[in-house]
Nanobody, 123 residues
Framework: VQLVESGGESVQPGGSLRLSCAAS????????MAWFRQASGKEREGVAL???????MYVNSVKGRFTISRDNAKNSLYLEMDSLKPEDTAMYYC??????????????????WGQGTQVTVSS
């Protein structure tokens, strides 16, 4: 599966963004999918996960502010981000996992990645 992210831009603190990830080459509904981010000088971290059965999981720092969703008809994944903070500034990546077990945000266990989209939160 090939993944292409879009929607990243510069916003002020407290603002909102919606990231999109378009999948091609395979059916996205066959994969557990997730959003990761990597800030400058830091390790890549998992942000949100959605399993094939639509179970979701979030890292504590974004709970209540970010929402992950998928539209299987459009073969797409989304991340709705509200109440953005400067510490949310990072390159955001879409990733897919084709194993049977879900429930992980370990980037080493995701095998398909997009090229990333930059989110900058600054006043």
């Amino acid at each position: 599966v090939q993944l292409v992210e879009s929607g990243g831009e510069s916003v002020q603190p407290g603002g909102s963004l919606r990231l999109s990830c378009a999948a091609s080459g395979s059916t996205a509904s066959n994969y557990h999918m997730a959003w990761f981010r990597q800030a400058s000088g830091k390790e890549r971290e998992g942000v949100a996960l959605i399993c094939k059965d639509d179970t979701t999981m979030y890292v504590n720092s974004v709970k209540g502010r970010f929402t992950i969703s998928r539209d299987n008809a459009k073969n797409s994944l989304y991340l709705e981000m509200d109440s953005l903070k400067p510490e949310d500034t990072a390159m955001y990546y879409c990733a897919a996992r084709d194993r049977s077990v879900c429930g992980t945000l370990d980037p080493r266990l995701f095998y398909f990645w997009g090229q990333g989209t930059q989110v900058t939160v600054s006043s």
